[in-house]
């Protein structure tokens, strides 16, 4: 039980689904403000919100146009719960700075979790210790990333990153080659080992080797993690 201390703004047009989920939602003592539509999420996300749960398909708007208002004006952690199950639509909702993404029909047990992973990340504090700092410009494979003016250019164009997609190279380039574990990376970027986690970083590795256009930028070893190919 997460206590009613932890608010949620449901953004969903369904009565159906809003309905059902609102209580489940209730019964493990989230405390569930619900809206139907973009205008209305709008009116009603303040301050006290911790948690965005967006539906895409709404009456007013696409979901995505909310959540790019969103993050334009607030760091409230946002979770996509949608029928839309591919890929490019997975991508486009973390590049406008969805924290994650849940294609329905989901067991609620998952999204419990994952609303879960998202509170304890706000209150986790970060480790003591840092892992080192890459230099301030790393060139790799044609792909040049300078972390103090937070740039990327590939062939010469300037590439459009997210935050956690820049925070993705910045802590491979900082392990000078080596290979970092999975639940290390999503320590240090995600604030939580949880594996609920699991899939958007692979996402998100997807999408900077998809923007750079170097599909080696990022190297698997699989089992293990990744690490950033050598220069």
């Keep these: 039980m997460y206590g009613p201390r932890v608010r949620i703004l449901l953004v969903e047009d369904d009565n159906r689904v809003a309905t059902a989920l609102g209580a489940v939602l209730g019964r493990h003592g989230f405390h569930t403000t619900r809206v139907g539509g973009v205008a209305e999420a709008l009116e009603r996300l303040d301050g006290r919100i911790d948690v965005v749960l967006v539906d895409l398909g709404l009456p007013d708007g696409d979901g995505f146009d909310l959540i790019y208002s969103i993050r334009a004006a607030r760091d409230v952690p946002i979770i996509v719960v949608t029928a839309r199950s591919e890929l490019r639509w997975k991508l486009h909702g973390l590049d406008l700075g969805a924290d994650d993404y849940l294609v329905k029909p989901y067991d609620v047990r998952e999204l419990i979790a994952r609303i879960g992973a998202v509170v304890r990340r706000r209150t986790i504090a970060p480790p003591q210790s840092e892992p080192a700092a890459p230099q301030d410009v790393v060139e790799v494979r044609g792909v040049r990333m300078d972390f103090r003016r937070r740039e990327v ?79």
């Design 153 to 231: 250019h590939a062939a010469g164009r300037a590439v459009e990153l997210t935050r956690k997609e820049f925070e993705l190279l910045h802590a491979l380039c900082g392990a000078r080659g080596l290979v970092v574990r999975r639940e290390q990376l999503l320590s240090q970027i995600w604030r939580s080992p949880h594996e609920s986690y699991a899939h958007t970083l692979d996402v998100h590795v997807a999408a900077v080797r998809a923007k750079t256009g170097v599909p080696d930028l990022i190297e698997t070893v699989r089992g293990v993690g990744y690490r950033i190919a050598h220069e």
